[in-house]
Nanobody, 125 residues
Framework: QVQLVESGGGLVQAGGSLRLSCVVSGRTFSNYFLGWFRQAPGKEREFVAAISWGGGRTNYADSVKGRFKISRDNAKNTGYLQMNSLKPEDTAVYYC??????????????????WGQGTQVTVSL
């Protein structure tokens, strides 16, 4: 079994920054893609970013390109989402997820096998 635990969320003013972390435990000897998704109240879960095992492949939603950066440290079994120039519309619960099967930095939530419990990010004006 695989467990993912996010941390680093909080309240920040517009224009500020946050770094989310995602610690993965369990099946960490296998290569997997790591993704970040978010869900705002009353909205569907949406893709934010994804990264390959080695970090050579990344994928970003258009809404966060140039502001967010996904990375990972496999030695620490940890993924990161650096979020800069935050906007109120970035307010959501952020989830990390692990994909062991598709071999792509997928934006499709159905491709991900395991999910964390989420961390709240709130951006105020």
């Amino acid at each position: 079994q695989v467990q993912l635990v996010e941390s680093g969320g909080g309240l920040v003013q517009a224009g500020g920054s946050l770094r989310l972390s995602c610690v993965v435990s369990g099946r960490t000897f296998s290569n997997y893609f790591l993704g970040w998704f978010r869900q705002a109240p009353g909205k569907e879960r949406e893709f934010v970013a994804a990264i390959s095992w080695g970090g050579g492949r990344t994928n970003y939603a258009d809404s966060v390109k140039g502001r967010f950066k996904i990375s990972r440290d496999n030695a620490k079994n940890t993924g990161y989402l650096q979020m800069n120039s935050l906007k109120p519309e970035d307010t959501a619960v952020y989830y990390c997820a692990a994909d062991f099967g598709t071999n792509s930095a997928s934006s499709n939530a159905y491709d991900y096998d395991y999910w964390g419990q989420g961390t709240q990010v709130t951006v105020s004006l």
